[in-house]
């Protein structure tokens, strides 16, 4: 039994990164999908797919760039099981200067730091990637 699943998803996606694999696999859930079709929309990753086979696997294409440097530098976990991290809409964190994209769990669903300080919506800060 996996007690954070969502920082397994980013130290699995650090690593591949780190070792320059092209895709990275991990166990699907609907929160991991969602996560990754904000780093596909932020530019952090190439593209994702699901394979709804027995085990369901979430397979991520990791994106490059020159020199293959990763589209990222740093992916961190901000809220964890054991210490939870909340915020209002006034209080989100702006990750290294709006260079980098927090991902709130707010109830109008998973989104950006940007999203939610457009619609005025606060909650837990998952993780930030920069």
Known sequence: MMTDPIADM????RNAAQAQHQQTSIPSSNLKQQLAEILKQ?????????????????TIVLKYGRDRQS???????????????????????????????AILSTSAGIMTDRD?????VGGEVLCEVW
């Open 10 to 13: 980013l130290t699995r996606i």
């Open 71 to 101: 589209a990222f530098v740093g992916m961190r976990r901000a809220s964890r099981p054991g210490r939870r991290f909340y915020v209002g809409h006034k209080d989100i964190p702006r990750v290294q200067n709006g260079m980098g994209v």
């Open 42 to 58: 932020e530019g952090f990753i190439d593209d994702y797919s699901v394979d709804n086979s027995a085990h369901k696997s979430l």
């Open 116 to 120: 939610a300080r457009d619609k005025r």
